[in-house]
């Protein structure tokens, strides 16, 4: 079974290295720069994980994860930050994973996977 992420990340050149690594994995991937974009894409394609970066132009990732675990409630999400301190922000728990950026793909790779294997 190939599973579906969305990456939701602001920053174009992330987005890009983030999905030709999910990509590369076996992953289907599609990319959305915020909100709008990643609530049209879950209304249309079966994703199985969310990838959110915290920190987003405009509505943040926190705000996407909260309507995400409401209202898609088959699709796991993986927090992805530059800051390790959320972690420990009651807003972030409801996430079924947490990633601190990293030039470490294979982390994110392992990441990933942890996740997907919650939903098995």
Do not use: H, N, P
């Amino acid at each position: 079974m190939t599973y579906t992420i969305l990456v939701v990340d602001d920053e174009a050149d992330i987005r890009f290295l983030f999905s030709t690594e999910l990509q590369d994995a076996g992953y289907r991937v599609f990319e959305a720069s915020g909100s709008k974009e990643c609530f049209e894409i879950l209304e249309k394609e079966k994703v199985d994980l969310c990838l959110l970066d915290i920190k987003l132009k405009g509505e943040s990732g926190i705000d996407i994860l909260q309507r995400i675990v409401k209202e898609y409630k088959d699709v796991k999400t993986l927090l992805a930050t530059a800051y390790s301190a959320y972690q420990d922000d009651v807003s972030t728990w409801s996430a079924d994973g947490y990633w601190i950026k990293s030039q470490d793909m294979e982390a994110l790779k392992d990441e990933v996977k942890k996740v997907l294997a919650k939903k098995a």
